[in-house]
């Protein structure tokens, strides 16, 4: 059995960092892309950032140059780490894994974690 548990959430100034983990287990994690999605209060979710089997990164042009994710195949974990955090930031993180590429249709998620930034 699949399962995502992501960590680190929390509330924040703005200005501030935070590292959201997200530990895996049930699949070989070597294997699957795995990435970022949020969804902030009363809309829709957006994907935050993906790095793939390879290495290779994405990000929303939204965090680009503030957010980093990386991966640690030897512990089964996907980190999120996110710097100068603003108030639109706010919003509950889910990590997602996929054997292809991590999309709002990817078959394992997370429970999600909170990331509040307070103004």
């Known amino acids: 059995q699949v399962s995502l548990l992501e960590s680190g959430g929390g509330l924040v100034q703005a200005g501030g960092s935070l590292r959201l983990s997200c530990a895996a287990s049930g699949l070989t994690f070597s294997r699957y892309a795995m990435g970022w999605f949020r969804q902030p209060p009363g809309r829709e979710s957006e994907f935050v950032a993906s790095?793939?089997?390879?290495?290779?990164?994405s990000y929303a042009d939204s965090v680009k140059g503030r957010f980093t994710i990386s991966r640690d195949n030897a512990k089964n974990t996907v980190y999120l780490q996110m710097n100068s955090l603003k108030p639109e930031d706010t919003a509950i993180y889910y990590c997602?894994?996929?054997?292809?590429?991590?999309?709002?249709?990817?078959?394992?998620w997370g429970q999600g974690t909170q990331v509040t930034v307070s103004s």
């Open positions: 790095i793939r089997t390879t290495g290779i990164t």
């Open positions: 997602a894994a996929d054997r292809a590429i991590v999309s709002t249709t990817s078959n394992y």
